[in-house]
């Protein structure tokens, strides 16, 4: 699998609820930045993501502009993504306009982010399930 193809299985993954930390590699200087947390190392970043995936639900995630550079061993990417989840502890729909960016690098067994950036392009919309 090439790098593209392995962000485009991680946006499967998300809209799946299927397990993310498999797709981050396991270094203490891998580094993840979402809307609202900064993970950093490995074991924090799978702890984020399995705590995502436990208080999370019907995640939409529309890649829009997906631009991904490989060379031997590295990667990056940059994507517009509009995506929307819902908050199943505070029962609250989220939607946002977002910008993705980051590095992957090639392990034994295959491609693995290193960095991913998410920050919002403006405005966001939340709203609690069923209200509209």
Do not use: C
Request: net charge negative; proline share 2%.
């Amino acid at each position: 699998m090439n790098a593209e193809a392995t962000v485009r299985e991680y946006y499967h993954a998300l809209r799946t609820g299927d397990p993310l930390a498999p797709f981050f590699a396991d270094d203490e200087r891998t580094v993840k930045f979402g809307i609202s947390e900064t993970l950093r190392g490995g074991a924090s970043v799978a702890e984020g993501l399995r705590e995502q995936t436990a208080t999370t639900t019907d995640w939409q995630v529309d890649s829009r502009n997906l631009v991904v550079g490989e060379r031997e061993g590295w990667a990056w990417f940059s994507d517009d993504v509009f995506m929307a989840w819902t908050d199943t502890r505070k029962r609250i729909r989220y939607e946002f306009d977002t910008r993705w960016s980051g590095a992957l690098e090639r392990r034994g067994d295959g491609w693995r982010f290193v960095a991913m950036h998410v920050s919002t392009a403006g405005d966001f919309l939340m709203r609690r399930p069923g209200a509209g």
